[in-house]
């Protein structure tokens, strides 16, 4: 029996963690950080240059709008790779839905970015049904984080959010056996 007054270690802290693969953290990660750094960015955007329904406290100055276009690019080609684990190596997480839709909205978001010509918000052209379905997609990715983040509570708890973050690496799963994963997983019948 514990003495009084001194407190019992939380059931989260005694869970076992459990291990996610270096390079779904890596992906996950950069994927994370790059949609952390375009949706901030597209905030800064959408209270310059839009408005409609509220402003930042705060005004920014620059070029946000290239800031943000910076981002989407950087974030092209690590959500393609992401997105290209997600569906092999990964497909059996995809299959929980606040996985799914956070890369759904992602990929929604980038998609419409890309069709976007980024002087229409300079020039204060608002009406492109492009930018509308961009301003969907923005909140879209928003609530999807919400969901994923509650989605990986539910699933694990603090244990399993941490083991994201988590920088061990257990043999046999270093940058040097990635490419025999991935053969391993296209040689399977």
Request: aromatic share 8%; glycine share 12%.
């Amino acid at each position: 029996m514990a003495e009084p007054g001194r407190c019992r270690d939380p059931a989260w802290l005694r869970m076992p963690r459990p291990y996610q693969p270096s390079l779904l953290r890596l992906l996950h990660g950069a994927t994370a950080l790059l949609v952390l750094a375009a949706w901030l960015s597209g905030l800064a955007v959408y209270s310059l240059h839009d408005g409609r329904w509220g402003r930042l406290p705060i005004t920014p100055t620059g070029d946000w709008v290239d800031l943000h276009g910076t981002a989407g690019v950087l974030l092209l080609p690590v959500a393609v790779l992401f997105a290209a684990y997600a569906l092999t190596l990964g497909r059996r997480r995809l299959q929980r839905p606040s996985n799914a839709l956070a890369l759904g909205a992602v990929t929604l978001a980038i998609g419409s970015g890309k069709l976007m010509n980024e002087d229409w918000l300079r020039r204060g052209e608002l009406h492109h049904w492009v930018y509308g379905l961009h301003l969907l997609a923005w909140l879209l990715v928003a609530g999807a984080v919400i969901v994923h983040l509650l989605g990986g509570l539910q699933l694990g708890g603090v244990a399993m959010l941490r083991s994201i973050l988590s920088v061990h690496v257990r043999a046999g799963d270093q940058p040097r056996h990635w490419p025999g994963q991935v053969r391993a997983f296209i040689s399977r019948p």
